[in-house]
């Protein structure tokens, strides 16, 4: 019985001891760590805005490759990526004398227009076509930056566009395919290709017959013997393979220079924000004018040179035959300003302005 009472005793203090140690592992046992949050995804990389751009030059030419291919990737590099530009050369998208009308419709965002295709346009802006005796692509580009910038009249013309930045060519000079020239004399009656109303203005002047073709077309009529000469800058010339056909050139007429218009499509501009609007902005105007008259006056002596080494004849007017192409240039200053003035527009303070701004720069 007693015996009885003591086991009885032990197995209540063992269960009593066994469920204190129960409870107090229950107390010591530390609660779960909460889940760790998920890291935020990174932001994703806006994708860059693509624009095309059409111009006319052979792929391999210099203008291609060192001035809008180069062009275009300091819009890259001022916009930080956002904005990226694809040059599409050769006319590929538009032809040049297309491209005014694809920049408009949306054809090309972005176009290389020659604005002595489009004297119905831009008829202010032929005065800068207009022999004014600059000495080299930056003097022209600069002269007809600041006349475009100073002037509501000419600004107008480009009111369907935005102006990114305008360029010139060198001074043309005469070209012919077995024919030297020594004189205005020996012009008379040869067949000259053009690509304006100031080419064709000169020409006839001179004696000769205007052919109105686009530079890409000018060599199958060179080849066949369509046309006798061609009025233009050295530079471009080994890009169209016009030096192939053209054996005689002329060094020192400096007849005039033609501009070019980088021109972009309104809406597209438009849906720009502003902060890419500037950094555009600021790699184009006279920065990019600058550029691209480096780079076209370098060309032309790159071209001298090759045709001096091939043996091609080079002439040059005498002071006497000078002057006569001066006043020759006198009196087509004098007629555009007469037709300016007759149209209602300041033909005579533009030119006083430009003739100005080339003594300015040059």
């Known amino acids: 019985m007693k015996n009885r009472k003591w086991l009885q005793l032990g197995a209540t203090i063992i269960l009593g001891l066994s469920l204190l140690m129960v409870g107090c592992s229950s107390d010591t046992t530390p609660s779960p760590s909460p889940s760790p949050s998920p890291s935020p995804s990174p932001t994703a990389k806006p994708q860059p805005v693509e624009f095309s751009l059409s111009e006319s030059y052979p792929a391999s030419h210099p203008m291609t490759t060192d001035a809008y291919e180069v062009w275009a990737q300091m ?8 904005v990226e530009i694809q040059v599409f050369p050769g006319g590929t998208i538009a032809k040049a004398e297309e491209t005014y009308d694809a920049v408009v419709a949306g054809a090309c965002d972005m176009g290389m227009v020659v604005l002595a295709y489009h004297p119905e346009i831009f008829p202010l802006s032929q005065l800068g076509i207009l022999p004014l005796d600059f000495p080299n692509a930056v003097t022209a ?11 509501p009249e000419i600004q107008a013309e480009y009111e369907e566009v935005k102006v990114l930045f305008f360029y010139s060519t060198s001074p043309y000079q005469l070209h012919t395919a077995n024919k030297p020239i020594n004189s205005i004399d020996d012009i008379e009656g040869l067949l000259i290709r053009c690509g304006g109303d100031t080419d064709a203005a000169i020409t006839e002047a001179l004696g000769g017959v205007p052919q109105f073709l686009p530079m890409p077309d000018s060599y199958l009529a060179l080849e066949k013997g369509v046309m006798d000469g061609h009025m233009g800058p050295f530079g471009p010339m080994p890009g169209f393979k016009l030096d192939e056909v053209l054996s005689c050139h002329l060094d020192n007429g400096n007849f005039h220079t033609d501009y070019f218009a980088l021109l972009m499509n309104l809406e597209k501009w438009n849906s720009l924000p502003s902060d890419l609007q500037e950094a555009i902005d600021g790699v184009s105007s006279t920065v990019a004018g600058d550029l691209f008259g480096e780079v076209f006056d370098g060309t032309d002596t790159v071209a001298i040179n090759a045709m001096k080494d091939k043996g091609d004849t080079f002439t040059s007017f005498s002071p006497d035959e000078k002057d ?23 033909g005579q303070d533009l030119l006083d302005e430009a003739l100005r701004l080339c003594e300015k720069y040059s």
């Open 324 to 346: 006569q192409l001066d006043a020759i240039f006198s009196d087509m200053r004098a007629n555009w300003v007469q037709e300016q003035e007759a149209n209602g527009l300041p």
């Open 75 to 82: 819009v890259n590099d001022a916009t930080e990526g956002a």
């Open 141 to 151: 580009n600069k002269v007809f930056h600041d006349l475009y910038h100073g002037s």
